[in-house]
């Protein structure tokens, strides 16, 4: 007898679905999609005239034509002028204006309000020649300005609205950014507030014991150990000098700790203690923010470290990416051959702190252990990439 689905499964699979939705509604290629659709519906209602207007397309080959169009918008960020020159085309050849109304949207929104005006002032010229043709098109405005109060309020209601939504990501960036920086310097301030803690207690205690091994040296002139206690107190003065470089000196400099530009020279350090690296390192990781940039590159420090300390000679992948607005780091390598070993990455003060790093930020951290490999996976959001 089988057993009937329990009322909750539905519930959780619809919910399941509707999580999956909203990931996708919020990705930026699925916005194009939608963005694409719209464009290609609004050029469908017209194939009716179209096909009667133009004796080149007819019912059949018109809508193949304008979802090609369509398909343009889904280049709008990289090359929004790509859309915009197909726009032109299709202005002079289809008499249609809904393909020009996305492409100075795009043109503005990814472009900014230089590209914007210049795009406007191109399809207004344009529009304006092909308007002077012989026959463009054959039901034409009686004049010229009722043909503009057409063209020129949808060119420039586009185009206007792509710029202002460039210049709300330029006010949200700036935001961010100054929030990020205020919490840099926060950081920055704990730190060097912590380094004179660490300096006044410690150096003390270091200072007194080089004192002490002095002492106990010239007591000990004639015995011994006279160059062991000489030796201590030589010990002492170099951990003090080395407290003032490190912890007094570094915690006032705003770069004490490298970004990702600082990851080639640590995977060299690596390779010099035998373990090779691999980078593979996504050029747009380089424009995230200071804050960030430190986060990964403690991570990939503490998984570089764990990994010459558990599995030397092995090869370590780490790889940074930025993947629906989260950037992942992973660092993978296989697992000794030889004897069992620890895990790759230790679970002590290096993995928590490394946890607490990421989790601040509003990441989490993944750690899995196969027969062969083991990986670590850091996930924080991206914030913005300029």
């Known amino acids: ?82 859309p915009y020159l197909v726009s032109l085309f299709f202005l002079g050849w289809l008499h249609q204006l809904n393909l020009v109304q996305f492409a100075l949207y795009s043109v503005g929104r990814f472009r900014g309000r230089r590209a914007g005006v210049l795009a406007t002032i191109g399809y207004i010229a344009v529009a304006y020649v092909l308007f002077n043709l012989p026959g463009w098109p054959d039901a034409r405005g009686e004049t010229l300005s009722s043909f503009l109060a057409i063209v020129v309020p949808v060119g420039v209601l586009a185009s206007g609205v792509g710029i202002s939504a460039y210049r709300h990501d330029l006010v949200h960036e700036l935001e961010a950014q100054r929030a990020e920086t205020a919490a840099l310097q926060a950081v920055q301030a704990e730190r060097v507030s912590v380094a004179r803690d660490v300096h006044d207690m410690v150096g003390r205690e270091l200072t007194m014991l080089a004192v002490r091994s002095e002492v106990l040296a010239m007591r000990a002139r004639n015995e011994p150990h006279h160059k062991d206690f000489e030796e201590l107190a030589d010990t002492a003065r ?20 490298p970004g990702i530009e600082g990851l080639p020279a640590l995977a060299e350090e690596s390779r010099s203690a035998g373990t090779p690296v691999g980078l593979d390192i996504e050029e747009a990781a380089h424009r995230l923010s200071p804050l960030r940039q430190a986060a990964v590159y403690r991570v990939v420090q503490e998984c570089l470290t764990n990994s010459v300390k558990h599995a030397q000679g092995e090869p370590v992948a780490v790889t940074i990416r930025l993947v629906g607005g989260h950037l992942v780091v992973t660092v993978q390598n296989p697992l000794p051959r030889s004897a069992p070993v620890k895990d790759p990455v230790s679970t002590g003060t290096g993995t928590f702190s490394m946890r607490e790093r990421v989790e601040s930020m509003g990441g989490s951290l993944a750690t899995t252990r196969t027969d062969t490999t083991y990986e670590v996976r850091a996930t924080l959001p991206a914030g913005t990439v300029g």
């Open 1 to 82: 007898m089988q057993t009937p689905p329990s009322p909750s499964a539905p519930r959780r699979a619809l919910a399941a679905a509707r999580a999956a939705s909203t990931r996708w509604v919020g990705e930026e290629r699925a916005l194009d999609v939608l963005i694409a659709l719209s464009c290609f519906g609004l050029m469908v209602l017209d194939v009716p005239g179209l096909a009667k207007a133009d004796n080149s397309l007819n019912s059949y080959t018109a809508p193949p034509v304008l979802a090609l169009g369509a398909a343009t918008l889904f280049f709008r960020r990289r090359w929004p002028w790509l």
């Open 238 to 257: 170099r951990a003090h000098l080395m407290l003032n470089e490190i912890i007094v000196r570094r915690a006032d400099e705003r770069t004490a700790t």
